[in-house]
């Protein structure tokens, strides 16, 4: 099944610099990475995700870049806020949603004033 | 109001009680999951649904059950068979064949075994 790893686990940033965080997968058959955001007490919720048919894609501050062939995919913050804080999940799927979605270990953004 | 509402929000049990924590969506949506979450370990997938009287087991499935009788409705039964309970439990439930991948959360369940 599909394995997917993500680093690091804790970020501490100042406020106005960039933050990346690294996730790799396993199954080259998964071809849909969303990351989630999770802040303190609520849900997690999408932010951004990317197909295998492409390999950036950018929405205002936030961007996620995937290499297919090294089965690896970032998300890039710049100009991080206070507001950035808090934890981040990537995840790998087959075709989207409704298959069975694997998860990273998540990443606990703390942006520093 | 559209989205999807788990109850109890909090829930304590005593090791041996069965517990079911229920998970309802009026999104329309036909798939429907469970996910347990400890810190440290992300989410991790328990049981999903895609269409309605059918349903898959997830990486970690020992110790729980589900149904789904209804499109709206998947509820989760943690057994006396789960030897770790104590955890917060998400429900999720996304479209099929629309090209939307999001999957949409509930706020969660937290269990505590005592």
């Known amino acids: 099944g599909e394995n997917v790893e993500q680093h690091p686990s804790t970020l501490s940033v100042q406020e106005g610099d960039s933050a990346v965080i690294k996730c790799t997968y396993s199954d080259s058959a998964s071809n849909y990475f969303p990351w989630y955001k999770q802040e303190l007490g609520k849900r997690p919720q999408l932010i951004i995700d990317?197909?295998?048919?492409?390999g950036e894609k950018k929405d205002q501050r936030i961007a996620v870049t995937l290499n297919k062939t090294a089965k690896h995919f970032s998300l890039h913050i710049t100009e991080t806020q206070p507001e950035d804080s808090a934890v981040y999940f990537c995840a790998a799927s087959l075709s989207g949603g409704y298959q069975k979605v694997t998860f990273g270990t998540g990443t606990k953004l703390q942006v520093i004033p | 109001d559209g989205g999807i509402t788990q109850s109890p929000k909090y829930l304590f049990r005593k090791e041996g009680q069965n517990v079911t924590l229920s998970c309802e969506q009026n999104l329309n949506h036909d798939a429907m999951y469970w996910y347990r979450q400890d810190p440290g370990q992300g989410l991790r997938l328990i049981y999903y649904s895609q269409i309605v009287n059918d349903f898959q087991k997830g990486d970690i499935a020992e110790g729980y059950s589900v149904s789904r009788e209804k499109k709206e409705s998947f509820p989760l039964t943690v057994t006396s068979a789960q030897k770790n309970p104590t955890a917060f439990y998400l429900c999720?439930?996304?479209?099929?064949?629309?090209?939307?991948?999001?999957?949409?959360f509930g706020e969660g369940s937290r269990l505590t075994v005592l």
């Open positions: 990317i197909r295998s048919n492409v």
């Open positions: 999720a439930s996304s479209p099929i064949y629309t090209g939307i991948g999001e999957l949409f």
